[in-house]
T-cell receptor
Framework: NAGVTQTPKFRILKIGQSMTLQCTQD?????MYWYRQDPGMGLKLIYY???????DKGEVPNGYNVSRSTTEDFPLRLELAAPSQTSVYFC???????????FGDGTRLSIL | KQEVTQIPAALSVPEGENLVLNCSFT??????LQWFRQDPGKGLTSLLL?????REQTSGRLNASLDKSSGRSTLYIAASQPGDSATYLC?????????FGTGTSLTVIP
């Protein structure tokens, strides 16, 4: 089973550039999440989705956008990259929203 | 707003020792609490999930307890092994959101 797949694994951006972090899951889960993890910190929720066409903001949504056109995919877009967005980004999914989350291996993003 | 705290931030123990990791949360209105393991450079792996109506869950050498009224959970690891070395995070589910602690970095010394 592939589970949750994130691409790319690593990326370096210049300030002001934009990019999309990809997340795909093959478990037919309705709920999907994007988190960021800064050094020595816990995970902070950026956006989440409870199904195709439905998204909502988490704790730290500023500077990010998401879409959910299919059950499988939940891309995260950074429009104007800023150094404060340097972080490790994790995508996760779960069947019912209160069941254990399945995580991808993360995207390590540096903005210089 | 839910705040989740984990103490200690780091722990180093000799192999074979039993140990306890702590997690506390400020809002007792939770659906469940989950414990995760994170290896360096990897995502999180779910270890145990305790529903809000439960007191504990066990999986192999791991036992997690929940005292919702006091806002506390513990993860007990029996007979620790070097392979247990990792960061352990707890998360509470409130509404549709997961709130994570900052984790405890565990090192088991052979």
């Amino acid at each position: 089973n592939a589970g949750v797949t994130q691409t790319p694994k690593f990326r370096i951006l210049k300030i002001g550039q934009s990019m999309t972090l990809q997340c795909t899951q093959d478990m037919n889960h309705n709920y999907m999440y994007w988190y960021r993890q800064d050094p020595g910190m816990g995970l902070k929720l950026i956006y989440y989705s409870v199904g195709a066409g439905i998204t909502d903001k988490g704790e730290v949504p500023n500077g990010y956008n998401v879409s959910r056109s299919t059950t499988e995919d939940f891309p995260l877009r950074l429009e104007l990259a800023a150094p404060s967005q340097t972080s490790v980004y994790f995508c996760a999914s779960t069947e019912t929203g209160v069941q254990p989350q399945h995580f991808g291996d993360g995207t390590r993003l540096s903005i210089l | 707003k839910q705040e989740v705290t984990q103490i200690p931030a780091a722990l180093s123990v000799p192999e074979g020792e039993n140990l306890v990791l702590n997690c506390s949360f400020t809002d007792s209105a939770i659906y469940n609490l989950q414990w995760f393991r994170q290896d360096p450079g990897k995502g999180l792996t779910s270890l145990l999930l305790i529903q809000s109506s439960q007191r504990e869950q066990t999986s192999g050498r791991l036992n997690a307890s929940l005292d919702k009224s006091s806002g506390r959970s513990t993860l007990y690891i029996a007979a620790s092994q070097p392979g247990d070395s990792a960061t352990y995070l707890c998360a509470v589910v409130t509404g549709n959101q997961f709130y994570f602690g900052t984790g405890t970095s565990l090192t088991v010394i052979p």
